[in-house]
């Protein structure tokens, strides 16, 4: 069965650089939902799409912002990058009230 | 500040043996859900329990709600070196109004010891 897909797998990128991560959600899957993962921490979510528009918003950075597009594919724009930034970024999609299924995440490296 | 709370924090155990993680929260929920992520993977959704139900089983995962003292537990059976991962509970949060995500808790490191 299809999974939700993120790209790219790994990032490395300087300080004050820009960063883009992709999600493809599983086919026929309404929501998109971003987490941030710093090392040894929980997963925190950032911003959720219902069917392209936004639709919750959580711990996320004024420099970050995201989007999906018409084909649900969503995008997360990081900009002005920080050491602290450095983390585990995941995507996960649902379809109603069912659970979230996760990509693997792109590992986010910040010099 | 955090919903999910789990402990313990770390466990090791031999092959074969029963582990235990417990899962505590702060809300009213919805459901509850229980992930694995091996380190530095993604996470893989093992099992979700709704608010009126008690107890569920799938394979050798076994899962226990008590919402009179906002609580769970994940109890894995004969477990094996594979099961090593470590293990979050996440739940949807009814009372923050915002219920299309999850909040995760801060996890379990469970080592499966050969």
């Known amino acids: 069965a299809a999974g939700v897909i993120q790209s790219p797998r790994h990032l490395i990128k300087e300080k004050r650089e820009t960063a883009t991560l992709k999600c493809y959600p599983i086919p026929r899957h309404d929501t998109v939902y971003w987490y941030q993962q710093g090392p040894g921490q929980d997963p925190q979510f950032l911003i959720s799409f219902y069917e392209k528009m936004q639709s919750d918003k959580g711990s996320i950075p004024d420099r970050f912002s995201a989007q999906q597009f018409s084909d649900y594919h969503s995008e997360l724009n990081m900009s002005s990058l920080e050491l602290g930034d450095s983390a585990l970024y995941f995507c996960?999609?649902?379809?109603?009230?069912?659970?979230?299924?996760f990509g693997d995440g792109t590992r986010l490296s910040i010099l | 500040s955090q919903q999910g709370e789990e402990d313990p924090q770390a466990l090791s155990i031999q092959e074969g043996e029963n582990a235990t993680m417990n899962c505590s929260y702060k809300?009213?929920?919805?459901?509850l859900q229980w992930y694995r992520q091996n380190s530095g993977r993604g996470l893989v959704h093992l099992i979700l329990?709704?608010?009126?139900?008690r107890e569920k089983h799938s394979g050798r995962l076994r899962v226990t709600l008590d919402t009179s003292k906002k609580s769970s537990s994940l109890l894995i059976t004969a477990s094996r070196a594979a099961d090593t991962a470590s293990y979050f509970c996440a739940t949807d949060a009814i009372d923050l109004n915002r219920d299309d995500k999850i909040i995760f808790g801060k996890g379990t490191r469970l080592h499966i010891l050969p």
């Open positions: 809300t009213s929920i919805n459901n």
């Open positions: 996960a999609s649902s379809l109603g009230g069912e659970p979230q299924h």
């Open positions: 329990i709704r608010s009126n139900e």
